[in-house]
C-alpha cells in the first residue's frame, strides 16, 4: 500500500510541476500582451493629442477679414 501511496504522491507532484511550468508560461504571454497594449495606449493618446493640435491650428486665429 505505501507503494502505491507513493507513486500517486509522485505522480501528483510531477502533474503540479507541469501545470506550474505552464502556468509560467502563460503569465509571460500575459505580460507581454499587457505591455503591448499599454504601448497602444500610449500611442492612441499621443495620436488624440497631435489631432486636437491640427484641429486647434486648422481652425486659425479666427476671421481675417
Not at 57 to 62: A, D, F, K, P, S
Request: glycine residues 4%; without cysteine; charged residues 30%.
Amino acid at each position: 500500500m505505501d507503494e502505491v501511496n507513493k507513486r500517486n504522491a509522485e505522480s501528483i507532484r510531477v502533474k503540479l510541476e507541469e501545470m506550474n511550468t505552464r502556468l509560467y508560461k502563460q503569465d509571460e504571454v500575459i505580460r507581454s500582451q499587457l505591455n503591448a497594449i499599454n504601448s497602444l495606449v500610449e500611442r492612441v493618446a499621443s495620436l488624440e493629442q497631435q489631432l486636437i493640435i491640427f484641429k486647434v491650428r486648422l481652425t486659425g486665429t479666427g476671421p481675417s477679414v
